[in-house]
């Protein structure tokens, strides 16, 4: 512990952000971080705790209280106060594959958790993770680092998303030859294509992408497995093969009127505004127009703050976004105490320029569709919606969201965003495989493993435990990757943390 009264010595100073009013102008990062002798500072704030509950990753509550990952937060923080920025890149990197992607998305389950927050502010642990990893770049620690003796077994890990890039990371650095199949145009999976510019700019991703490919891993793209090539191509060539292609079967909304032109699942908007950013500066229009348009994003998650966001950069006339459940405290309650995670209001990038922009938060709670309406033409039009109130089901005994009689009204809506959710793996490709999957349509393992029902196959990430966080994927990704090399070599020294 560098400065024992550093918690008390300075104030929490976080990376300040671009005004809303300017950043909807471009699709740009748009946060301005710390010179590094402040973040020093911000780093003295860390009590080096007794026990870290930043770096304990449990479940309490049903939720996760600290880092999935078991980042050694104290350590680094200790060693940025120090000015020792190599050191401190070295332990982040025992236990992180990629902070250059968990410092700019993640939320931050490590400062929920921050005993700081017992009586005041938690430290900036996401904003000096950011620091670390990006002054390692810029002075050089973060090059490729070859292994050294390669076991001549070769492993296909199929999806290029964080789990997968995890997986093929820690592999790849145990000697074995990996070969990353991406079925899209390029290389991210989710952190490429679900996750906005504004969030994660893609050079970032392409960065590190060239790193691990002077490191020995091969990246194809285009690749449907399961398809062209199949899987029997990959089972014969392959050692072992490892299943991360997500959770890619977005929860649809079934009431009347749902073939109306205008509706779109948010993870195909989302994909189609990135591919044209990327392809074209959106020069070639191949996204979903909505300029000057009437758009409601259908879910309260990132997922639909990130439609609020992109709609507000591509110039729609307005955006609600309708969220089922009631609006959550402003501040903890009694019974959601410290270290659990807050489950408290957060307005988050999107809904602060929505708010910017109109003068109105744009959620609309407790609220559903029940039907889309369609003029002449077979385009969306209307949409008739219904407040919700919680009662309990006589049956289950469980409290559910029902409609509230008498509260139907009927708004103008020219496109609708659907971001309700994933149900689970894509059927075909765990069926190509014959892989068996679980009640929630996951592939199917015993508890805390990565194997599946078929010899040398195993599944990690959104495919395995649903949808999730970038920082559960990679977590995912270096347990796969420890349980296939134990599996290869009889034994394993990749550590998980």
Known sequence: MGKPTGFMDYNREESLSEAPLERIRHFKEFHVHLPLEKQQEQSARCMACGVP?????????????????HNLIPEWNDL?????????YSRLKKTSSFPEFT???????????????????????????????????EMGYAKADPPRVRTGKKVAVVGSGPSGLATADQLNKRGHLVTVFERSDRVGGL???????????????????????????????????????KAEELLKEYDRVVLCCGASNPRDIGVPGRDARGIYFAVDFLTGVTKSLLDSGLKDKKHVAVEGKKVMVIGGGDTGNDCCGTAIRLGAESVVQLEMMPKAPDERAANNPWPQWPRICKTDYGQEEAIALWGHDPRIYTTTVTEFVKNDKGELCQAKLVKLESKKDEKSGRFMMVPKTG????????????????????????????????????V??????????????????????????????????????RAVDESLMGYTNLAVQ
């Not at 410092?103 to 430290?123: F, H, I, Q």
Request: hydrophobic fraction near 40%; aromatic fraction near 8%.
């Open 53 to 69: 509950f930043c770096q304990s990753g449990m479940m309490i509550g049903g939720m996760a209280s600290g880092c999935p990952l």
């Open 80 to 88: 940025v106060y120090m000015g020792n920025w190599e050191a401190a």
């Open 103 to 137: 410092s700019r998305v993640c939320p931050a389950l490590c400062e929920k958790a921050c005993t700081c927050n017992l009586n005041g502010d938690p430290v900036t642990t996401k904003d000096n993770e950011y620091a670390i990893i990006e002054h390692a770049y």
């Open 191 to 229: 952190l490429r294509y679900g996750i906005p510019n504004m969030k994660l700019e893609k050079d970032v991703i392409d960065r590190k992408i060239s790193i691990m490919e002077e490191e020995g891993i091969t990246f194809v793209t285009n690749a449907n497995v399961g398809v062209d090539p």
């Open 407 to 442: 509260t139907e009204t009927v708004v103008d809506v020219d496109i609708v965003l659907i971001a309700a959710g994933f149900l689970g793996a894509q059927k075909y490709v765990a069926d190509a495989f014959g892989v068996e999957l679980n009640g929630r349509t996951n």
């Open 444 to 481: 199917a393992t015993g508890e805390g493993r990565y194997e599946t029902n078929v010899p040398n196959v195993f599944t990690a990430g959104d495919m395995h435990r649903g949808q999730s966080l970038v920082v559960w994927a990679i977590r995912e990704g270096r347990e796969a990757a």
